[in-house]
């Protein structure tokens, strides 16, 4: 099974911005992370967890309505890693953001807003 590890997460204002990122770990982790796709995920309290955005091998990517024009996924194959760079950020952000490839997941980094 894939493992990833996510990062990048913290305190932010409202209006803020800050960049996660999605690292693959391990030969065979990485070897398969290259070659699926990778998405972004989040979980609000209470909530349930929801889609965020995804990024295919060729670089096609896929945005939830909710962050779309503020959000931006992408990814370094040479790196192993995919980020995702979020500004405008609203309070509504505050989730524990996972990474997802090949029914792998990360154990998430948390995003606090403030308002």
């Known amino acids: 099974q894939v493992q990833l590890v996510e990062s990048g997460g913290g305190l932010v204002q409202a209006g803020g911005s800050l960049r996660l990122s999605c690292a693959a770990s391990?030969?065979?982790?990485?070897?398969?992370?290259?070659?699926?796709?990778v998405g972004w995920y989040r979980q609000a309290p209470g909530k349930q967890r929801e889609f965020v955005a995804t990024?295919?091998?060729?670089?096609?990517?896929n945005y939830a309505d909710s962050v779309k024009g503020r959000f931006t996924i992408s990814r370094d194959n040479a790196k192993n890693t995919v980020y995702l760079q979020m500004s405008s950020l609203k309070p509504d952000d505050t989730a524990v953001y996972y990474c997802?490839?090949?029914?792998?997941w990360g154990k998430g980094t948390l995003v606090t807003v403030s308002s």
């Open positions: 990024i295919t091998t060729g670089g096609g990517t």
């Open positions: 997802n490839a090949a029914g792998g």
């Open positions: 391990g030969t065979i982790s990485r070897t398969i992370f290259r070659a699926n796709t």
